[in-house]
């Protein structure tokens, strides 16, 4: 991208594990051309498995801000921001069958910042021109969880609901819940997104036009 280009704008979009985010972000793409916008995910930035901290049980917590390289992560969307692409490579979790691929993102005038823990880091909310919550019901994002950890990840339903129960549910109530209030936009996900879908993309689609 031209060094020269205007500052863009830089949307923030985050909500529980199991909202519904990459379903509700593939549709938001789909509105907007490739040199248009650029989606920047948390989920590979998690630190390597040998990192991660595990519990009293010796299970990995994926579920904590200190699983994800937030430098590193923040890093990147300064440089997005700046008009540099990125390049990164995959994170694949526990998926042996995944192989990983490098990942190209490109500048452009839009810029989304997709992640479970971007609110309750200070410095990346600092960027935020619009600050994006996906709302869905308790057990919703459970059985949500369940199909894909189960077809994603290869976790059986006993660890999804231990995962649940003292990984991903308390983090929910301690890291991304309080955030929810102070978001410009919530958007409820307990059956469909269209109509908050509609919006967004109204309202970004104007700010391209500006």
Known sequence: ???????????????????????????????????????????NYYHPREMQQQD??????????????????????????????????????NNPDKKSKEICLCAAPLIIVEGLFIFHEERFKALFDLKVFIDVEDHIRLKRRI??????RGYDLSDVLYR????????????????????????????????GLDVLVSFLKKQLAQ
């Open 1 to 43: 991208m031209d060094r020269n280009h205007l500052t863009p704008f830089i949307v923030g979009i985050t909500g529980a594990s199991g909202s519904g985010k990459t379903s509700f972000l593939n549709s938001l793409l789909e509105h907007f051309q490739a040199n248009e916008i650029c989606l920047i995910s948390q989920d």
């Open 56 to 93: 009293a049980q010796g299970v990995i917590n994926f579920d904590t801000p200190k699983a994800i390289d937030m430098e590193g992560y923040l890093r990147d969307v300064k440089k997005l921001k700046d008009g540099e692409d990125v390049y990164l490579q995959e994170y694949t979790f």
């Open 147 to 152: 199909i894909r950890d189960n077809e994603e």
């Open 164 to 195: 649940y129960e003292h990984h991903v549910f308390p983090a929910y109530k301690k890291f991304i819940e309080p955030h929810k209030y102070e978001s410009d936009v919530v958007i409820p996900n307990n059956h469909h997104y269209a109509s």
